[in-house]
């Protein structure tokens, strides 16, 4: 009896520390921004231009994984979706850290609605209610600050 004991004993005692052992710490990555391209936003009244640093989402993998899991970007950074096809087009912001302005542009490259201080984690649908090819996100603030308006219009490089 006291050696059938003493065998359970160092059974439990194995496998608590097996399983102690097996235990996985998950971390997130950080995310760091990665120049892909430059892009200009003419103003239609005047000639301003505001001049950013673009990753550019043109892959399904991009496009569906967008600015998830960012802690932060710059001011002078923004992340442009290229699509194959001029739609309606619905974003949310499903593990979006940061608040961002949406920028959605026609196949003509010129503004034709926003969706403005989209707020962190919320997965309400944000829709370009006209058609358009690109959407371009930048941080919350942003579209009001620049005065930027429906007509004015984008170039971009890779």
């Keep these: 009896m006291f050696f059938k004991h003493v065998i359970l004993v160092s059974i439990v005692v194995l496998s608590t ?3 102690k052992k097996d235990k996985k710490t998950i971390t997130q990555t950080d995310i760091s921004f990665k120049k892909e391209g430059e892009l200009t936003i003419f103003k239609l009244t005047d000639s ?6 673009i990753e550019i989402a043109d892959t399904d993998f991009d496009i569906q994984t967008g600015l998830m899991y960012r802690d932060s970007m710059k001011k002078n950074q923004g992340m442009l979706f290229v699509f194959d096809d001029v739609t309606k087009r619905y974003f949310y912001m499903k593990n979006t850290k940061i608040s961002l302005d949406i920028i959605y542009i026609n ?11 989209a707020k962190p984690f919320d997965e309400t649908s944000l ?3 006209v058609p358009a090819k690109y959407v371009l996100e930048v941080n919350a603030g942003l579209v009001d600050s620049w ?3 429906v007509g004015d219009s984008i170039d971009y490089s890779k």
């Excluded at 301003?48 to 640093?53: A, C, F, G, P, Q």
């Excluded at 196949?107 to 201080?117: A, C």
Aim: net charge positive.
């Design 48 to 53: 301003t231009k505001i001049n950013l640093d």
């Design 107 to 117: 196949d003509t490259f010129k503004i034709v609605s926003f969706q403005k201080n």
């Design 17 to 19: 520390f097996a399983c």
């Design 127 to 129: 829709p370009s209610n």
């Design 147 to 149: 005065s930027l308006s």
